[in-house]
């Protein structure tokens, strides 16, 4: 993990994996937020098109592979274990090709991103980060249960706290998320 207090001299591909770890965090942020609304609306209180659900399902794709393939974490099991799910969910989500088990695909997916929020939980204060395992473990149940509105709700907490640390991890310098490079297990 980053120690903000090192500052470590980036070369162009330090700083274009943090950039891309960052545009992830973006993404998925945003994604989340309209997978929200989707589940509200599917919920029954407006017709949602389903082109924008594909939509919205490749946003959350892209948001997972470019901060799971650029996280920087110091230690390569816990690495390991934060951006491998991600890798799992891409796979389930691109081999059910009749979205029968999305529901599956996001819950890798949320693994993901519960780690990334931890890590920047231990890295970084940003208000409500360890709560967003909680919103992303527990709305993958409410989905498997058909419990839209739930779900679409907790969904929209973890957005708008994903949205609160993208935004702050675009304030920080870039070598904030890099730290010392020769702490990195390889």
Same mark, same amino acid.
């Given at each position: /993990? ?17 950039? /891309?770890y960052?545009?992830g ?9 309209a997978?929200?609304?989707? $589940?509200?609306?599917?919920?029954? $209180? ?11 399902? *490749?946003g ?6 470019? *901060? ?45 991103? *519960?780690?990334?929020? $931890? ?11 360890k ?11 409410l ?44």
């Amino acid at each position: /993990m980053a120690n903000p207090e090192h500052v470590e001299t980036l070369d162009i591909l330090d700083k274009t994996g943090v950039v /891309m770890y960052r545009t992830g965090i973006s993404i998925f942020a945003i994604s989340l937020f309209a997978f929200s609304i989707e $589940l509200f609306g599917q919920a029954g $209180l407006f017709p949602v098109p389903e082109v924008l659900g594909h939509l919205i399902l *490749s946003g959350l794709a892209l948001g997972v592979a470019l *901060s799971a393939g650029n996280i920087h974490v110091y230690s390569k099991p816990v690495r390991y274990a934060i951006s491998w799910p991600g890798w799992v969910g891409l796979i389930i989500l691109f081999v059910d090709i009749h979205q029968t088990v999305v529901w599956l695909a996001l819950g890798f997916f949320f693994i993901t991103f *519960s780690g990334i929020a $931890l890590k920047e939980s231990f890295c970084f204060k940003v208000i409500g980060l360890k709560l967003v395992p909680l919103f992303l473990a527990s709305s993958v149940f409410l989905m498997f249960f058909k419990f839209l509105w739930i779900t679409g709700l907790l969904l929209l907490l973890a957005s708008g706290i994903l949205a609160y640390l993208s935004k702050a991890k675009w304030q920080m310098p870039l070598h904030f998320d890099i730290g010392d490079k020769s702490r990195y297990q390889v």
